[in-house]
């Protein structure tokens, strides 16, 4: 087991490295360069050549590359060329807690949903509850962040005006984007629990708790459940990871200031080491999920381990 | 000479493959059903757009802007008083083209790599394993991103050759949707690769590919006529599962600027559009939005629907 979870440790070095390294020759392909737009065209063409010294642009690719790497390895990820004074581990520090606190509450709206619905569609299978509870589901799978978001600001924000229309601050603007990220989650969690549930309600332990004449609300929740949500909890880890790398729809549309809005603003301005630093930081956070998934299926099944 | 009228016979139904078992079942389906009948519709819609739209969708009439559906708009129009119907109808083939192409490249390419790489198995599959681990480790919204706007910037019509120029006037054609389709195809490719290497190695081992390779068959040809057609089954239900994230994905890129040109209709810069007026002129963010989720609404029932028809537990 422990050689398992050190191999997969150790690849992850040369995972990252390939993604770092496709991402920034991928930023230096682009012309230009972050000072070269236009908004920067009324300074003197010695004013730009010194700012490209400055920040090493001038230097081969594969040096400023290699450069790169030394200083991420350890810790310094680079300036941001956009704004003074700020480096980029400054930029993750503030507006990676905003994504990571979206990322939590749309988690929570997926389960605080997700999960009831998935049971009460097991265990009312074949009816109308069952029905109605897949066809959530599968509408949450399939109305994207991009329909629910401007849908739900014009109902609950400009017309009900009950809730606030966009950005971040109060906990009442943290509503509405929760909502729309964790909706499609809520159907996968719903069609997982009501899987599972259908499976665990026809083990014998099941049947030998009714037998023994056990309310069937006991049955359910002490244990149907408990054995049912086994799989769910072990999705819950990927979600949040797939949650919080993945809000860069929502971020837009309601204007948040969170890593992916932020990441895309660099992209469109080439501010290279924001750019890197959110590829690997992302890159980081889908590996250690995947990681934590593998490990635990890995335990669960030790087939997998001397594979 | 047997009767065919004698009740003593049994009657055979004509028929009764398992393939016309499955069509069955998916027939019988009415969600799958409904996504069927709504993909058709889209793509009859996306073909004969230009007899079907009332007008251009570049064809705007600045002195109705942003009108409210009525009897000349159906749905109403645009800042630029461009019809929304025609423009959503216009919009369907980039979604549907988009959706397509995605589908087809991870269905050749991540099929032939996966199944190759799971047959042959040992050094070759390692290594083309670690390729795609490392590959689906990248964040696949930030890979493609980074694409387009390298597509985008790189490949301008004044420098390069003749094939940078000749890719230009095939993406101009289509609207500025060639780079999102490479864009797409480079990304989707990964997923369906891994299934269908798993589904390849456990496949190796029954024993009807052992028995054929005691016949002598080769290596191509066990892979070509003895695997595959075992795999597609499963791999027709993925692709078609994955079909709406590829449409999700160039609605995004054109929601934040990097996906079609204008004056190119796509639903997601539609949607753009829409929400900066979405408090004075809310038609015109949620007829687009309503369009995507119908689409993905369509594709994921038909999936679903293919799923369970195909499901060989599911056998009469």
Not at chain 1, 173 to 180: D, K, N, R, V, Y
Not at chain 2, 133 to 157: E, G, Q, R, W
Request: aromatic share 10%; with cysteine.
């Amino acid at each position: 087991m422990a050689s398992y979870i050190i191999r997969r440790l150790l690849w992850t070095i040369p995972t990252l490295l390939v993604i770092s390294a496709i991402s920034f020759f991928l930023m230096h392909a682009v012309p230009g360069g972050p000072f070269a737009g236009p908004d920067l065209s009324h300074l003197a063409p010695e004013v730009i050549e010194n700012l490209n010294k400055y920040y090493h642009l001038d230097e081969p690719v594969w040096k400023q590359f290699l450069d790169y790497l030394w200083n991420a390895v350890r810790g310094d990820l680079g300036p941001s060329y956009l704004e003074r004074n700020r480096t980029v581990n400054d930029i993750i520090a503030q507006h990676l807690p905003v994504s990571a606190l979206l990322g939590l509450c749309a988690l929570a709206v997926a389960m605080a949903i997700g999960i009831p619905l998935g049971i009460i569609s097991a265990m009312r299978q074949n009816r109308a509850g069952d029905y109605i509870g897949m066809f959530v589901a599968v509408s949450g799978v399939s109305v994207p962040e991009m329909t629910l978001g401007p849908l739900l600001i014009w109902i609950f924000a400009l017309r009900l005006k009950i809730l606030p229309v966009a950005q971040w601050g109060s906990w009442q603007q943290i509503i509405l984007p929760a909502f729309t990220l964790g909706f499609g989650s809520a159907a996968i969690l719903a069609r997982l629990t009501r899987a599972s549930m259908l499976q665990v309600i026809r083990e014998d332990y099941i049947r030998t708790a009714r037998a023994k004449g056990l309310s069937e609300r006991r049955v359910t929740v002490h244990h149907a459940l408990r054995n049912a949500l086994i799989p769910v909890v072990t999705v819950i880890g990927p979600l949040f990871a797939a949650l919080m790398t993945g809000s860069m729809i929502v971020e837009q549309v309601f204007a948040i200031p969170g890593m992916g809005r932020f990441f895309v603003w660099s992209v469109l301005n080439r501010n290279y080491p924001v750019i890197m630093g959110t590829v690997l930081l992302y890159a980081v956070f889908l590996i250690i999920a995947n990681l934590v998934v593998d490990i635990m299926y890995a335990w669960l099944d030790p087939r997998i381990r001397y594979n | 000479m047997i009767d065919k009228g004698d009740p003593r016979v049994p009657r055979r139904r004509t028929l009764d493959s398992p393939r016309w078992d499955a069509i069955r079942r998916l027939v019988q389906n009415r969600m799958a059903l409904v996504g069927g009948i709504i993909v058709l519709a889209l793509l009859i819609l996306a073909v004969f757009a230009p007899v079907i739209a009332p007008t251009h969708f570049s064809e705007g009439d600045l002195e109705a802007n942003n009108a409210t559906p009525g009897a000349r708009f159906l749905l109403g129009a645009d800042f630029m008083g461009r019809d929304m119907l025609s423009r959503l109808i216009y919009g369907a083939r980039i979604s549907l083209t988009v959706g397509f192409i995605g589908a087809v490249t991870a269905f050749l390419i991540g099929i032939s790599y996966g199944t190759i790489s799971g047959f042959f198995g040992g050094r070759t599959d390692a290594v083309m394993m670690r390729i795609v681990d490392i590959l689906y480790a990248f964040p696949t919204i930030l890979f493609i991103i980074l694409l387009m706007v390298v597509f985008k910037t790189t490949i301008s019509p004044l420098s390069g050759n003749a094939f940078t120029r000749g890719l230009i006037a095939i993406d101009r054609y289509f609207g500025g949707l060639l780079f999102i389709m490479i864009g797409i195809g480079l990304t989707s490719w990964v997923d369906m690769a891994r299934i269908s290497r798993g589904m390849a190695l456990s496949l190796r081992e029954t024993e009807y590919i052992q028995a054929a390779r005691a016949l002598g068959a080769g290596n191509g040809r066990l892979m070509f006529r003895h695997l595959l057609p075992n795999l597609i089954g499963p791999c027709i239900v993925t692709v078609t599962l994955r079909i709406p994230r590829f449409i999700a994905t160039e609605a995004f890129l054109s929601f934040i600027g990097l996906g079609v040109d204008p004056p190119t209709p796509s639903w997601g810069m539609m949607i753009s559009e829409g929400t900066k007026v979405l408090r004075s002129y809310p038609h015109q963010a949620i007829f687009p939005g309503i369009a995507l989720a119908l689409t993905m609404l369509a594709f994921n029932f038909l999936g679903d629907g293919l799923r369970d028809a195909l499901d060989p537990r599911l056998k009469q």
